[in-house]
DNA sequence: GCCCATTTGTACGTATGTATG
DNA sequence: GCATACATACGTACAAATGGG
């Protein structure tokens, strides 16, 4: 379950998904922390550079929110979503 | 001498080989303090992240016991070390 | 106990090089 | 040429542990 797999899907963005459903399912609730990169690289087998763009994806679409030197988190329902 | 050089070899690793032969010869025994990760930084002109890989190999190796807030030390040579 | 400097730990930001399709 | 993916490397920020005064 939530394996990365090859394929016409570029990883990064099999693993935003992974984690949009995570939200969407309320498995990660607003405000919870995403886990780190450096967690992300363990649990999915990733390189550093596919996990951000997977975050950044999330990151533009308003789902997640960033502070450097903390970490990601869940943004607010009501956070303003780009491009919406 | 012990100078680090671009090429094949990364950085971190040419620190590790560097820092593992200042103990095997001697002139790091067990007990002494490895050079901080700021004085390391100052003598071979490396970034932190750099360093710190080259001493997570040390101590993956057993060679090197670290202790958060105080530093790294040459391990005892009958400390146990991992896959051996 | 409290501050403070030092040191390691963790985390994100950015850039570059290599390889593959 | 371009997008994907991995690895290396540097930079910056925040957090926690240690030890001295």
Do not use: C, H, W
């Amino acid at each position: 379950m939530g394996q990365i797999t090859d394929g016409p899907v570029p990883k990064y963005a099999q693993l935003a998904s992974i984690l949009r459903r995570r939200i969407e399912s309320g498995a990660l609730a607003p405000g919870d922390p995403i886990p780190s990169e450096t967690a992300l690289e363990g649990e999915f087998g990733l390189a550093r550079g596919t996990i951000r763009k997977a975050v950044a994806m999330l990151r533009e679409e308003g789902v997640i929110v960033t502070t450097r030197g903390k970490g990601s988190y869940v943004a607010d329902q009501n956070e303003s979503r780009a491009g919406e």
